[in-house]
């Protein structure tokens, strides 16, 4: 598409110094190249398509978690930044959504 946009500004160009051969075999090519665009970003389109429909027909992939009687047997696989420190002990989610009246 850049190649047909740098043609485009070409061929006014061409025409002013009097290069009508030049100037319409550059407007060919320009014209073929956006059709190319064209085809080509329609085909894109059908295939993301059919990539999507794939994609939702992969089930959930099962991640196998360790049996244990406690948290404390929890296997950390990763850990990703720096834990916060907070001043005071905060509050854990579900208390505080159970709270909250919507």
């Known amino acids: 598409m850049a190649e047909a946009n740098k043609l485009a500004k070409e061929i006014g160009g061409l025409f002013k110094q009097g290069k009508a051969e030049e100037a319409n075999a550059a407007k060919a090519k320009a014209a073929e190249l956006k059709e190319q665009s064209t085809s080509l970003s329609d085909e894109m389109t059908l295939v993301q398509k059919e990539?999507?429909?794939?994609?939702?027909?992969?089930?959930?992939?099962?991640?196998?978690?360790?049996?244990?009687?406690?948290?404390?047997?929890?296997?950390?696989?990763s850990e990703h930044g720096t834990k916060p420190v907070f001043g005071f002990e905060p509050i854990p989610h579900w208390i505080w959504l159970r709270s909250t009246t919507w």
């Open 51 to 77: 990539l999507t429909d794939l994609l939702y027909q992969l089930p959930n992939l099962l991640i196998v978690v360790p049996k244990g009687k406690s948290d404390t047997d929890n296997e950390v696989v």
